[in-house]
DNA sequence: AGCATATGCCAACACTTGTTGACTTTTCGA
DNA sequence: TCGAAAAGTCAACAAGTGTTGGCATATGCT
């Protein structure tokens, strides 16, 4: 076996680090405050994850992993996403630390737009939907609000709402993205 | 009239603020910065406004202004506070300082959550709505994630929307989530 | 004009940040 | 057992932050 003590704090390190963002923000979250949650001196995260910006980048790392749509009725195919989102975001906290940040770091804005637009888009063109483009940033703009709403602004009763209530109520806002007919008079 | 060189100067350094918290969030607009382009010495910053929060504080005052809906039918209900929102967040960048803030800063959190809970609630609770909390949140998703995907993370196709295809697809939603009776099996 | 006051600039402070290099301790194969 | 490599510690750096006080200048009233 490799190394076995330094892939621990290795790993305690991007644990810590990954609340840190996600509470605090790429700005707030500091170095020292990561490597004191870690139990470590500063300049292990150092030579560990090269600088600061690396920490980050390997902190955000994630699959978006969405759900297979091929075999989902129309109807049904806002509330499977739904779903899929919610636990996705609740499981662990990637997303947030991702969302925290993309607010002020341009390059994480960068990996969300990836995510969101350069994932869901392709999707829907590949199951012939008419302007997928429209319809994926569309999406994206309920499920990140609700995201921002919940888990970082903390509204209530939004952040307490459980996730059967959340997807009955945003799944067919999302299924009517997905298929409604372009509703501009145009 | 009163002291008119201190209040143009004062309202440069306001309208520098807006623009750089706006632009930068909290933590990355700095005084010198701020001073810098409302081409005065950071110290005078502080004379006026005290502190960096205090002028934060400042920036961010703002009324929402919410629309009268009395007279506006059930049904055009979501149109009409959609086209509301949407042309209050085009005029000023207030509420764009405020979102962009409110994500790794409490008090702005805060404000925030007076804004879209504290004053949504009451007013669909004199509406006779049913669940007024839950509805002004979902309310506050749509339209907050919205906005962080237009002028914050700028996906699009969704930031060179017009405002009037933006109405169309989210107006029905926020219909939705103002009149439709709740879907939770329960 | 003369002076008090408002307005502005400069230099420096105390502090925190990311980052670095030299040094010590531990680990572990030959 | 010995010694090189890995792992960890410590102190310090350069840069940037909000903030402060002292000093110069301009303004406006009598």
């Not at 749509?69 to 899929?84: D, T």
Request: hydrophobic share 45%; aromatic share 8%; with cysteine.
């Amino acid at each position: 076996m490799a190394e076995k003590k330094s892939d621990r704090t290795r790993a305690a390190i991007l644990a810590a680090a990954r609340e840190r963002f996600g509470a605090d923000g790429y700005e707030r979250a500091t170095i020292r405050a990561i490597a004191a949650d870690a139990a470590i001196d500063p300049a292990m995260v150092m030579r560990y994850y090269g600088s600061k910006e690396k920490l980050f980048a390997a902190a955000a790392e994630f699959d978006v992993r969405l759900p297979d749509l091929s075999g989902v009725p129309r109807e049904q195919a806002g509330e499977v996403l739904v779903r899929h989102l919610v636990e996705r975001w609740e499981e662990d906290d990637t997303l947030r630390v991702l969302l925290r940040t993309a607010v002020t770091n341009e390059s994480a804005a960068e990996r969300m737009r990836q995510v969101f637009i350069g994932q869901l888009t392709p999707a829907f063109e590949r199951a012939a939907v008419d302007q997928p483009a429209v319809r994926a940033g569309l999406i994206a703009t309920q499920a990140l609000g609700f995201a921002l709403c919940r888990y970082i602004l903390v509204f209530e009763p939004i952040a307490t709402l459980s996730t059967d209530r959340a997807v009955a109520w945003l799944g067919p806002t999302i299924t009517r993205y997905l298929t409604a007919p372009d509703p501009s008079h145009v």
